[in-house]
């Protein structure tokens, strides 16, 4: 299924998952036949938004076309993890063409910590527009439950840009591990409850509740052992510090080519094009364990539309770079097209819905 291009197009689903490719890779986020799941639900409010759009606090009243001398300074563009990871991947891939199309150096800075929130609200609380926010899911879906005292409001506090896409989580362990399927997992975890330590991005990061949801499944207990980001959490694997990851594909995909991480399983509805060799959780017997991380760039709140608009426009046809597309699809990232802020907006309201109880019932609310 091809999604059309340009702006104001839905999203297809949400964390449930059925986020499809932009060609026709497959429908490797659609639930099982016969399940209908949160996301399904979502797509019938989703596609009617562009007939009753919103009002997105971050554009609201932005009538004027914005100086076309933006930026008059370099821009700063947050990363929330540690260097290395999809979110720094994803931004760092598009810096050349933005700097091209702008004037101005755009330069990545990461600011991890508390699961990605430290970094997203250093760009709520930016004063102008020359500081933007490559993030995801946990910090503007998982966070507002998992911190109640959280610094921004992830739906008043951002103009949302463009969506980078969604990639499935990786359980892996390192190669030459006894474990090699799910199955062998879940026996070493009852045989030594909280023996399976487990690493990823972070308290709240969606390869932390991924893993909550396998554990609420199958009835096993894991350890937890929390990174400020991706090559930290994989470190960990490779020396022998913990067993095992659950963490988003993509800053993981060369060392699953190179053989030094061993995977279990990705939490896709069906086998990656990347990855044809690696099961799904789904085909290993747990049709609920599919989940989604996805991605995208926003600004502070109140961007004008017109400026919005042309930061995205840059990055729409630089993912259509066929070195950049294919370089996106060697992360695992599955297009979710090119969304309206509103849209994105919506999209957000229903993810953050979607992961409240799990967040609650798993106890890491702070």
């Known amino acids: 299924m091809r999604l059309p291009d340009g702006p104001g197009r839905p999203l297809a689903g949400g964390t449930g998952l059925a986020m499809l490719p932009a060609d026709d890779a497959g429908d490797i986020f659609r639930p099982a036949p016969g399940r209908e799941t949160l996301g399904m639900r979502r797509r019938h409010l989703l596609r009617g938004l562009a007939a009753a759009p919103l009002a997105l606090p971050g554009l609201a009243g932005a009538q004027g076309a914005?100086?076309?001398?933006?930026?008059?300074?370099p821009v700063r563009i947050i990363n929330p993890y540690s260097p290395g990871g999809t979110t720094d991947i994803a931004a760092r891939l598009l810096t050349d063409r933005l700097e091209r199309a702008f004037g101005q150096p755009?330069?990545?800075?990461?600011?991890?910590?508390?699961?990605?929130?430290?970094?997203?609200?250093?760009?709520?609380?930016?004063?102008?527009?020359?500081?933007?926010?490559?993030?995801?899911?946990?910090?503007?879906?998982?966070?507002?439950?998992?911190?109640?005292?959280?610094?921004?409001?992830?739906?008043?506090?951002?103009t949302f840009i463009t969506?980078?896409?969604?990639?499935?989580?990786?359980?892996?362990?390192?190669?030459?591990?006894?474990?090699?399927?799910?199955?062998?997992?879940?026996?070493?975890?009852?045989?030594?409850?909280?023996?399976?330590?487990?690493g990823n991005s972070g308290t709240g990061s969606v390869g932390h509740l991924a893993a909550l949801?396998?554990?609420q499944a199958t009835g096993i207990r894991m350890l937890h052992v929390p990174f400020r980001g991706a090559p930290e959490a994989q470190a960990a694997v490779l020396s022998g510090d913990t067993v095992m990851?659950?963490?988003?594909?993509?800053?993981?995909?060369?060392?699953?080519?190179q053989g030094a991480l061993q995977p279990l399983a990705l939490t896709s509805a069906?086998?990656?094009?990347?990855?044809?060799?690696?099961?799904?959780?789904?085909?290993?017997?747990?049709?609920?364990v599919v989940v989604s991380n996805w991605f995208l760039l926003a600004a502070p709140a109140a961007m004008p539309a017109d400026l919005a608009r042309r930061i995205n426009a840059v990055c729409?046809?630089?993912?259509?770079?066929?070195?950049?597309?294919?370089?996106?699809?060697?992360?695992?990232?599955?297009?979710?097209?090119?969304?309206?802020?509103?849209?994105?907006?919506?999209?957000?309201?229903?993810?953050?819905?979607?992961?409240?109880p799990i967040v609650r019932g798993a106890g890491i609310t702070g």
């Open 66 to 73: 914005w100086p076309a001398t933006w930026p008059t300074r």
């Open 106 to 158: 755009f330069l990545l800075e990461s600011r991890p910590g508390a699961g990605g929130s430290v970094g997203t609200a250093a760009v709520a609380a930016a004063t102008d527009f020359h500081t933007l926010a490559t993030t995801n899911t946990g910090p503007l879906a998982v966070a507002p439950t998992m911190l109640p005292n959280l610094a921004y409001d992830p739906t008043r506090a951002f």
């Open 163 to 198: 969506m980078f896409g969604g990639a499935p989580i990786l359980a892996a362990v390192k190669a030459g591990s006894p474990i090699r399927t799910l199955a062998d997992l879940i026996a070493a975890a009852r045989a030594r409850p909280e023996s399976i330590s487990y």
């Open 213 to 215: 949801v396998f554990e």
């Open 245 to 257: 990851l659950w963490d988003t594909i993509g800053a993981h995909a060369g060392s699953v080519r």
């Open 270 to 288: 069906q086998r990656l094009p990347i990855f044809p060799e690696v099961p799904t959780a789904v085909e290993q017997g747990f049709p609920g």
């Open 316 to 356: 729409q046809e630089g993912m259509k770079e066929a070195a950049v597309a294919e370089r996106l699809a060697g992360l695992g990232l599955g297009s979710l097209g090119n969304p309206s802020p509103e849209e994105i907006l919506e999209f957000v309201k229903q993810e953050g819905a979607r992961w409240a």
